[in-house]
């Protein structure tokens, strides 16, 4: 029996007459086995049972697929392409029946794309040209004359886009801010994101894990205002906290770049004026020679650590820096080049 829903021609097909179909309709006039390809009126059709693994999302046992031709050798090289893409929508059906927010509306963009479609919110499917939204409303399967909900939510745009929270949005900033990262040893990389770990940190605690298009004003206002108490309780400088700031202002900024989303983020002018900076007072060479340097003093010291040691010595690399070096010499050697000494 066959009736149409908004435009969609559906066909309900007791499971004990499939498996004689050929035999009671005169329409069905070629069947490739292989393929389950079988001609209806006259328009060839792929004919496959549902695998058990999609069978919680899809009502009905068998499905009959349109390939859109009265040529059977054209049906044949559709019929691949044309089970993938079911599949395919299967599985974003599969990806989209979760609690998860976000693994919800990536399945809906996945579904759309799978239809032949750009996943577009109601507000804007709304305003399409009547021939685009018809397209949407056709393309929805409707088994049993029923439309499917999971498919008119994807193609019709009424799955709500997850909300960018900041805790969100650093785990975003990882990938997005990825270039930043290449030729980081792993210490180094450890390094690099625990400022931006501990600001994010910090904001939440004060602030709360909003989502960044509703970060105001007042809220960096009283993030700053956080800081200031503690700079002037003692606690801080005024350089830590214009890391803070920094390294907050640099996720939320990257994110909004790279993601498109033209906010407006109110995250300038917030930075404290800096006292004077500190400078550690450096080693005399006397003490370095008696201290650092006297005889045995490196002794319990392998090979590799007293050479790091006086590296460190004579360049002032940071540890981190020397244990990190790689052989690119032939000679797998590094010569120093400095009016110092070795020790001697």
Not at 25 to 33: F, I, L
Not at 171 to 198: M, V
Not at 271 to 297: H, Q, V
Not at 301 to 327: H, M, Q, W
Request: proline share 4%; aromatic share 8%.
């Amino acid at each position: 029996m066959d009736f149409d829903v908004f435009g969609i021609e559906c066909a309900i097909i007791p499971l004990d007459l499939l498996h004689n179909l050929p035999h009671i309709s005169g329409e069905c006039d070629s069947m490739a086995k292989g393929l389950g390809v079988t001609k209806r009126g006259d328009t060839f059709h792929l004919r496959k049972r549902v695998p058990v693994r999609y069978r919680d999302i899809e009502g009905r046992d068998t499905v009959w697929i349109s390939l859109h031709t009265d040529s059977e050798s054209v049906a044949k090289s559709k019929a691949d392409r044309a089970w993938s893409q079911m599949i395919e929508a299967w599985e974003a059906k599969l990806a989209g029946d979760t609690e998860d927010a976000e693994a919800r509306f990536a399945a809906a963009q996945e579904l759309a794309r799978v239809r032949g479609f750009r996943y577009l919110d109601v507000g804007k499917v709304a305003k399409l040209p009547v021939e685009a939204l018809i397209e949407r409303v056709e393309a929805v399967t409707a088994p049993a004359g029923q439309p499917d909900k999971v498919e008119v939510a994807a193609l019709m745009g009424t799955v709500p886009e997850p909300q960018l929270t900041v805790s969100k949005a650093l785990e975003t900033y990882w990938t997005l801010a990825r270039e930043k990262t290449f030729g980081k040893s792993e210490d180094q990389l450890r390094r690099w994101k625990n400022p931006r770990i501990k600001a994010v940190t910090n904001f939440i605690a004060v602030v709360g894990d909003k989502g960044i298009d509703n970060i105001t004003r007042d809220d960096m206002l009283d993030f700053r205002q956080y800081w200031l108490d503690r700079i002037e309780g003692g606690e801080v400088t005024a350089n830590s906290a214009n890391k803070d700031l920094i390294h907050l202002g640099d996720v939320l900024k990257t994110v909004n770049k790279m993601k498109r989303l033209g906010l407006d983020l109110p995250i300038s002018d917030l930075s404290f004026k800096e006292g004077e900076k500190r400078t550690r007072p450096p080693f005399s060479t006397d003490w370095i020679r008696a201290k650092l340097l006297a005889p045995g003093a490196l002794d319990d010291l392998n090979a590799d650590a007293r050479g790091v040691f006086l590296g460190i010595v004579n360049t002032g690399y940071r540890p981190s820096e020397g244990c990190a070096l790689v052989k690119k010499m032939k000679s797998g050697r590094m010569i120093l080049s400095c009016p110092f000494f070795w020790g001697k």
